[in-house]
C-alpha cells in the first residue's frame, strides 16, 4: 500500500504545487473558485480521457506522439501563464489595493485569468494521466483494489496537504507584495514548463540537445527526490540540463520579462525632454 | 500572442529538425513478465542511441530513468522509442516505474 501511495504521492505532490500557486496567485478574483475546481475537475476527466487513449497517442506521428502531446499541452500552459501574468502586471496594482473587491475588467468578464483554468487542468491532467495508468497497470497485474485504493488515497491526501502547506505560507505574504511574488514564482513556472516541453523533444529525437548535460547536480539534488521534484513542479529543475533545456527557460523568462517592462513603459507618462540642445564637450 | 507565435515557429523549427533526423543505431529492449530483456545495454560514449521498447506484458509500463532522464510510457502490447545519448562514460540504471521490483536495467556506456 505505501508503495503505491508513494507513487501517487510523487505525480499528486507537482500537480498541488502547481494549483497552489495559482490559488494564491488569483487571490481576490471574483469566481476563482469556480475557475480553479473547474480546472481541477477538468484536469481529472483529462486524466482519465488521456490514460483511455494512451495507446493511441503513443502510436501518434510514428511513435513520438506521446512527446508531442506533452510538449504541445506544456507550451500551451506556457502561453496561458504569459497572459495571465501580463494581465495582471497590468491591473495588480489596482487589484491589490481593494483586494477582495471586485476589479472592473473582472467584472467585465475580460479577465484572462480564466486562464489558469487551463494551467490547473494541464497540470492535474499530466500528472493525473500516469496515476491513472499506473493503477490500471497494477490492477490489471491482479493487484488487490481495495490495496490500490487506500494506498492512493493516502498518496493524494499527503500531496494535497503538500500544497496547501505552500498555498498558506503564500498567503502570508503582505497584500502588497502578494501580486508581484505569486507572478514571479509563476513566471518561473512557466519558463520551467518551457523547458521541460524542449526535453521532451529531445526525448523525441525532435530537437538537437545544445550540449548535455551542461552539468551534473544528481548529487546535491537527485530528480527524483522530493526537493528534486519541488524544484522541478517550481522551475522546471533537471539535475542533468541539456543546453537547449536551458535554452527554453531562458526565452521565456527574459520574453515575459520584457513584455512585462514594455507594458510598464507605455503606461509611464512620457518622459520630459530636459535637455533641449545637446551637450557642448570643450 | 507573441509568445503563442514564438511557440508555433519553435514546433515550426522543432518538425525541421525532425525530418532531417539522421538514422540512429537502434537497440531492442522486450519487457516482459515485469523484466527487461536485454537488463544491460552497451553503447559507446557519445553517441545517440534509439532504444526501442517493445512491452510484451497485459500491463502498461513506464520506462524511467532519473540519471538519462527520460520517461516514457508503454502502454501493454505495443512498442514506443526513447532516444538516448550523447552520453559521458559511465552507468545509467533504468526501471519500470509501475513493477519496479522487478523491472530493473542498465545502461552501460563505454
Same mark, same amino acid.
Given at each position: 500500500m505505501?508503495?503505491t501511495a508513494?507513487?501517487?504521492f510523487r505525480e499528486?505532490f507537482?500537480?498541488?504545487?502547481?494549483?497552489?500557486?495559482?490559488?494564491?496567485?488569483t487571490?481576490?478574483?471574483?469566481? +476563482?473558485?469556480r475557475w480553479i475546481?473547474g480546472?481541477v475537475?477538468?484536469g481529472?476527466?483529462?486524466?482519465?480521457l488521456?490514460?483511455?487513449f494512451?495507446?493511441?497517442?503513443?502510436?501518434?506521428?510514428?511513435?513520438v506522439g506521446?512527446?508531442?502531446?506533452?510538449?504541445?499541452?506544456?507550451?500551451?500552459? *506556457?502561453?496561458?501563464?504569459?497572459?495571465?501574468v501580463l494581465?495582471?502586471s497590468?491591473h495588480?496594482?489596482?487589484?491589490?489595493r481593494?483586494?477582495g473587491a471586485?476589479?472592473?475588467?473582472v467584472?467585465?468578464g475580460?479577465? $484572462?485569468?480564466?486562464?489558469?483554468?487551463?494551467?490547473v487542468a494541464?497540470?492535474?491532467?499530466?500528472?493525473?494521466?500516469?496515476i491513472v495508468l499506473?493503477?490500471y497497470?497494477?490492477s490489471?497485474?491482479?493487484? =488487490?483494489? $481495495? *490495496?490500490?485504493?487506500?494506498?492512493?488515497?493516502?498518496?493524494?491526501?499527503?500531496g494535497?496537504?503538500?500544497?496547501?502547506?505552500?498555498?498558506l505560507?503564500?498567503? +502570508?505574504?503582505p497584500?502588497?507584495?502578494?501580486?508581484s511574488?505569486?507572478? =514571479?514564482l509563476l513566471?518561473?513556472v512557466?519558463a520551467g514548463?518551457?523547458?521541460?516541453?524542449?526535453?521532451?523533444l529531445?526525448?523525441a529525437?525532435?530537437?538537437?540537445?545544445?550540449g548535455?548535460?551542461?552539468?551534473d547536480s =544528481?548529487?546535491?539534488?537527485?530528480n527524483?527526490?522530493v526537493?528534486g521534484?519541488a524544484?522541478?513542479a517550481?522551475?522546471g529543475y533537471?539535475?542533468?540540463p541539456?543546453g537547449?533545456?536551458?535554452?527554453?527557460?531562458?526565452v *521565456?523568462l527574459?520574453?515575459?520579462?520584457?513584455?512585462?517592462?514594455?507594458?510598464?513603459r507605455?503606461?509611464?507618462?512620457p518622459?520630459?525632454?530636459?535637455?533641449?540642445?545637446? $551637450?557642448?564637450l570643450? | 500572442?507573441?509568445v503563442?507565435s514564438?511557440?508555433?515557429?519553435l514546433?515550426g523549427l522543432?518538425e525541421?529538425?525532425?525530418?532531417?533526423?539522421e538514422?540512429?543505431?537502434?537497440q531492442d529492449l522486450?519487457i516482459?513478465?515485469h523484466?527487461?530483456?536485454?537488463?544491460?545495454?552497451?553503447?559507446?560514449?557519445?553517441?545517440k542511441?534509439r532504444?526501442?521498447?517493445?512491452n510484451?506484458?497485459d500491463?502498461?509500463?513506464?520506462?524511467?530513468?532519473d540519471?538519462l532522464?527520460r520517461?516514457?510510457v508503454?502502454?501493454?502490447?505495443s512498442?514506443g522509442?526513447v532516444v538516448?545519448g550523447?552520453?559521458?562514460p559511465?552507468?545509467?540504471p533504468?526501471?519500470g516505474?509501475f513493477?519496479h521490483?522487478t523491472a530493473?536495467?542498465?545502461?552501460?556506456v563505454?
Amino acid at each position: 500500500m505505501f508503495g503505491t501511495a508513494l507513487i501517487v504521492f510523487r505525480e499528486v505532490f507537482e500537480a498541488a504545487l502547481v494549483v497552489s500557486i495559482v490559488a494564491a496567485a488569483t487571490r481576490g478574483l471574483a469566481q +476563482r473558485l469556480r475557475w480553479i475546481s473547474g480546472g481541477v475537475v477538468a484536469g481529472i476527466i483529462g486524466a482519465m480521457l488521456v490514460a483511455l487513449f494512451a495507446d493511441a497517442i503513443a502510436r501518434f506521428a510514428s511513435g513520438v506522439g506521446q512527446e508531442l502531446f506533452d510538449a504541445g499541452i506544456l507550451f500551451a500552459a *506556457v502561453g496561458m501563464i504569459s497572459w495571465h501574468v501580463l494581465w495582471m502586471s497590468a491591473h495588480g496594482k489596482a487589484m491589490a489595493r481593494e483586494l477582495g473587491a471586485v476589479s472592473a475588467a473582472v467584472k467585465s468578464g475580460s479577465s $484572462p485569468p480564466s486562464a489558469l483554468l487551463f494551467v490547473v487542468a494541464i497540470a492535474i491532467l499530466r500528472e493525473g494521466s500516469e496515476i491513472v495508468l499506473f493503477l490500471y497497470s497494477l490492477s490489471a497485474g491482479g493487484a =488487490s483494489v $481495495p *490495496v490500490l485504493v487506500a494506498g492512493s488515497i493516502l498518496g493524494i491526501a499527503a500531496g494535497a496537504a503538500a500544497g496547501l502547506a505552500l498555498y498558506l505560507g503564500l498567503l +502570508r505574504i503582505p497584500p502588497g507584495k502578494m501580486f508581484s511574488a505569486t507572478n =514571479s514564482l509563476l513566471v518561473l513556472v512557466a519558463a520551467g514548463m518551457a523547458s521541460q516541453g524542449a526535453h521532451f523533444l529531445i526525448q523525441a529525437d525532435l530537437l538537437p540537445t545544445l550540449g548535455a548535460p551542461l552539468w551534473d547536480s =544528481s548529487v546535491l539534488v537527485a530528480n527524483g527526490s522530493v526537493t528534486g521534484q519541488a524544484l522541478h513542479a517550481l522551475v522546471g529543475y533537471d539535475a542533468r540540463p541539456s543546453g537547449m533545456q536551458m535554452l527554453f527557460f531562458a526565452v *521565456v523568462l527574459v520574453g515575459i520579462g520584457a513584455a512585462m517592462l514594455m507594458q510598464r513603459r507605455k503606461k509611464a507618462p512620457p518622459a520630459k525632454m530636459d535637455r533641449v540642445a545637446s $551637450p557642448q564637450l570643450g | 500572442m507573441k509568445v503563442m507565435s514564438a511557440i508555433a515557429l519553435l514546433l515550426g523549427l522543432a518538425e525541421l529538425v525532425g525530418c532531417s533526423q539522421e538514422k540512429l543505431p537502434e537497440q531492442d529492449l522486450v519487457i516482459e513478465g515485469h523484466r527487461f530483456t536485454p537488463s544491460e545495454i552497451t553503447i559507446s560514449a557519445g553517441q545517440k542511441v534509439r532504444i526501442k521498447v517493445n512491452n510484451r506484458d497485459d500491463a502498461s509500463e513506464e520506462f524511467d530513468s532519473d540519471s538519462l532522464g527520460r520517461e516514457k510510457v508503454v502502454p501493454a502490447k505495443s512498442s514506443g522509442f526513447v532516444v538516448i545519448g550523447p552520453l559521458n562514460p559511465g552507468k545509467y540504471p533504468f526501471q519500470g516505474e509501475f513493477h519496479h521490483e522487478t523491472a530493473q536495467g542498465m545502461v552501460i556506456v563505454q
